[in-house]
Each structure stands twice: as structure tokens, then as C-alpha cells.
């Protein structure tokens, strides 16, 4: 049990276009999901806790406009790279809390973004 | 402010070594949580482990044990028997429930174990 997918699992593309990445809890109905981005060899950063239904909230540093959290269900979250630039290029993950209240995050495959 | 920390950047092993992954934590919270991931080459953080921090009992699962401390904040990792298919690299996290339960992450050890 327990198991978050992303997709895709890797994405190429121009400087400009925005990339949409989906997280989903397959078996499980997330109330909170929390999207992270990873540089290499380093830990991972939190950017955003989504919660269903309401406004993602942000970390310090991280700019609203630029990555678009959605929350529209119980198992489905997405993170939008708008007008993506190469220093956007990451591993970004995303975790999904379970409903029930547990402390436990579980994480996604993640998602590599490189942007030319 | 919480804060984790994981002093070995990373530790060289040959297989059939036994291992222990430091960590130390600090939090003013009187109840927290810990745990323990691991991230292998292909990216996805695995969990390993929960640990409340009214629930010191160390465990046991199979060659993997943890040692939880309050005394000293520690929530040491062993591997026993170690494999290559043990290397990677490994998180220790912290969250003290609250707003969302947001996890804070030491830097994490990168194991390598060589056969």
C-alpha cells in the first residue's frame, strides 16, 4: 500500500514552454501533498505543501507564478513549471500524506526536468 | 526551529560490513517524529522507517536496526551484513506534526558498499 506516482518521469523542453507535472496516490487518499525539488547530490528543498481543495502554501524563496501547485483531489496534485528557463532544470518530487491523519509522507519517483 | 543533522557526507563499505548512519535532531517539540529514507540511484525515496518520540524502543527489521536516543537526539541506522544493493543515499528526516506535518531533512549519507 501506500504507493504515489508522478508523470512523467522525465520531461526535455525549450526555455519558455511550461511543463505540467501530475502526482497521484494510487492507493490512498492524500489530504496533504508537498512537492520538493532535488539538485544533485543535495537534499531536497520543500517548495510547497498543497492541501485538496485550498491554496498551496509556499516556502520562503519560492515564487507562486513561476510553479502553479493544484490540489483538485483527494489522490491527484500537480505542479506547473510556467515559462521554464534552465535553472529550472531539477529533480523534482512530490509526497503525499495519507487522510487519516498519519505522520508518514510517502514519495514519488520523481520527475527529471531539463529545460534547453 | 527544527533542525537535522547527518555529519557523514559519505561512508565506503565493503560488502558483509556492518555500517551505523548517524543522525541527530533538534526540535523544542515534545512530540515529534523521525524517520529514515533511502534514496537509490533511480531517484525515489523509499521509506524506511517512523519513529515516535515517546517510543524509544530500538528495532529491528531484518539486517536493518535503528537506535533511537532522546538523551543524546540521535536516531542512529544500522546496516548489518551490508550489500551492494544496500548503496545509496540515506535521509533522515524529522517533523514535529503540527501545520501538515512538514519533514525536515538532514543532507544524507551517500553509502557505498563495494563487493
Known amino acids: 500500500g501506500a504507493v504515489v506516482s508522478q508523470h512523467p518521469s522525465w520531461v526535455i523542453c525549450k526555455s519558455g514552454t511550461s511543463v505540467k507535472i501530475e502526482c497521484r496516490s494510487l492507493?490512498?487518499?492524500?489530504?496533504?501533498m508537498f512537492w520538493y525539488r532535488q539538485f544533485p547530490k543535495q537534499s531536497l528543498m520543500l517548495m510547497a505543501t498543497s492541501n485538496e481543495g485550498s491554496k498551496a502554501t509556499y516556502e520562503q524563496g519560492v515564487e507562486k507564478d513561476k510553479f502553479l501547485i493544484n490540489h483538485a483531489s483527494l489522490t491527484l496534485s500537480t505542479l506547473t513549471v510556467t515559462s521554464a528557463h534552465p535553472e529550472d532544470s531539477s529533480f523534482y518530487i512530490c509526497s503525499a500524506r495519507e487522510r487519516t491523519g498519519r505522520e508518514t509522507q510517502y514519495f514519488g519517483p520523481g520527475t527529471r526536468l531539463l529545460v534547453l | 526551529a527544527q533542525k537535522v543533522t547527518q555529519a557523514q557526507t559519505e561512508i565506503s563499505v565493503v560488502e558483509k560490513e556492518d555500517v551505523t548512519l548517524d543522525c541527530v535532531y533538534e526540535t523544542r517539540d515534545t512530540t515529534y517524529y523521525l524517520f529514515w529514507y533511502k534514496q537509490p540511484p533511480s531517484g525515489e525515496l523509499v521509506f524506511l522507517i517512523r519513529r515516535n518520540s515517546f517510543d524509544e524502543q530500538n528495532e529491528i527489521s531484518g539486517r536493518y536496526s535503528w537506535n533511537f536516543q532522546k538523551s543524546t537526539s540521535s536516531f542512529n541506522f544500522t546496516i548489518t551484513a551490508s550489500q551492494v544493493v544496500d548503496s545509496a543515499v540515506y535521509f533522515c528526516a524529522l517533523n514535529s506534526g503540527g501545520s501538515n506535518y512538514k519533514l525536515t531533512f538532514g543532507k544524507g549519507t551517500l553509502l557505498t558498499v563495494n563487493p
Open positions: 492507493d490512498f487518499q492524500a489530504t496533504t
